[in-house]
């Protein structure tokens, strides 16, 4: 049968909709306060990669905020393939979000006294870069400013406090680079904007353990270079050892292993993604196609009535 | 003639309507990254307060995060009269964002690629705590987790990034008090959510000055002190100082000033709002009523048609 929505399907609080009818009220403490959790997962060749992962993570990240909503896991996956089905999308990008509500007028305005609700939608694969820039690696700057500690937001509970990452991508962008990466307060990497970073240092691959979201590609990576019998080491990563790299890449759901060619202007690898990127890269896409850690969405069944 | 929606108005780029038909696209970076600034003014008695200060914050605010509006603040000026004028509302709570939209599929992901828009809305005024709370005193506690350091996110333009705040809100509730106050990472005073502090020892007032927001009300509390003949000092103020204060309060859009009568369980001044905070807050309430700094909204022309 023919997808009912194919640019994108939502769901909040459980009703299904197309994505352009799909809105928070503004006085919504999710929005107004950015009190709300979030998780992306990503399906391709109609199949979701690490579903599993991804509700489990999503979960930790709502107890973490105390964002409870009705739906259990099994709900929520359940919710997510109907979503993808009724795009028809055989690559998307779905967003799963709790948002705190707000509370009622005649209570006091604590989060307490609200009710969290889960909100979702499932669009057309979304890249982190363009094609072009995939290709020929991305270009990086070190941020002036430093990525928000965890002592104050956890940064592994996925949030949408972006504002040192929003900052960050201009000073990328006036300097003429595609994108920023963080540091810590003591100098240490922490992460760019939607993405992990990795340094290879004469064959060995290490990434930052502290300070960051551990993405789900990440961790694909991990195991990827253990499958290869590539070291990886996950520890703090000074700047310098970013620096002094022979090859840097990123990792993201939105486009998985993305080399980067040059940072602060200093050119890597000739300015074409290294040798260790590309094996890591070509390594991820094919195992993705072989079903790795994959969920198949089943596109048959007539859309339920809602 | 009758207010149009009494309840409550809204602005969202352009277009006038009732608040509960004001919301926001779930993908837009004004929610999906807080990628957005904003103000709060309070109508009082028919007036706005210190609009022409509010105006001038949120231009700051809007400048910094680079969102830019098409409006200009004479605009911004007319259109909050319009929806105060709209609702009738007498005493209202009037909250003005800036959001950067998000980029066409067709563009990168980046902010440059969105064009900011203004939204805004004026609903009946909203208290930072009930009445009961106001005359007894407000319970606080010292958050243990630090406020998000102004090195990562500029605190004086006005943000919603509460994930520390709404954390810290928790964890008085734990512990049976109203609201938390949250240190900085060298364990001094900031700023509580929605809220400036104040510490008052040996007849002197002190209040901090830097890590936080730099209120309206908190503004209009170091003037009234000067005006009452009271000391005055924004400066570093030392979680040591607060909790050796003989009184303690704060100051609010939503609430003017309001006394702290328990610090971590610790009883202030008997347990009632002390005689600096008293008369500070008398005040207050008095030059509002006598017009200071106020600008009239002048309800009777006839609602122009949209």
Request: hydrophobic letters at 40%; proline letters at 7%.
């Amino acid at each position: 049968m023919d997808a009912m929505w194919p640019t994108g399907a939502a769901y909040i609080n459980g009703r299904f909709m197309p994505v352009g009818e799909a809105s928070i009220p503004v006085t919504e403490w999710g929005y107004r306060r950015s009190d709300v959790t979030y998780d992306v997962v990503s399906v391709w060749d109609g199949a979701f990669f690490r579903l599993d992962q991804h509700l489990k993570r999503f979960r930790a990240s709502m107890e973490y905020f105390r964002l409870v909503p009705r739906e259990s896991d099994s709900d929520i996956r359940t919710m997510l393939h109907e979503l993808v089905r009724r795009t028809g999308l055989r690559e998307a990008y779905v967003a799963m979000d709790c948002l705190r509500g707000s509370a009622p007028t005649n209570l006091r305005r604590h989060p307490v006294n609200a009710r969290p609700y889960l909100l979702a939608y499932a669009v057309p694969y979304v890249w982190l870069v363009p094609q072009e820039i995939r290709e020929q690696g991305m270009h990086l700057i070190v941020a002036s400013n430093p990525r928000i500690p965890e002592e104050c937001v956890n940064p592994r509970a996925k949030n949408f406090h972006w504002a040192d990452m929003t900052r960050a991508m201009f000073e990328a962008e006036d300097k003429g680079a595609h994108n920023p990466v963080l540091l810590d307060f003591a100098g240490n990497v922490t992460e760019g904007p939607g993405f992990n970073v990795f340094a290879v240092t004469d064959g060995k691959v290490a990434t930052p353990d502290r300070g960051i979201l551990e993405g789900i590609t990440r961790g694909a990576v991990i195991e990827l270079c253990e499958k290869l019998g590539l070291p990886c080491e996950v520890r703090t990563v000074p700047l310098e050892e970013l620096r002094g790299a022979d090859e840097i890449f990123i990792s993201s759901t939105a486009g998985g292993v993305i080399g980067v060619t040059r940072l602060d202007g200093r050119i890597l690898s000739n300015d074409r993604p290294g040798p260790v990127t590309a094996k890591l890269g070509e390594s991820y896409w094919r195992f993705r196609k072989e079903g790795w850690c994959n969920e198949a969405i089943d596109y048959d069944p007539a859309i339920a009535a809602e």
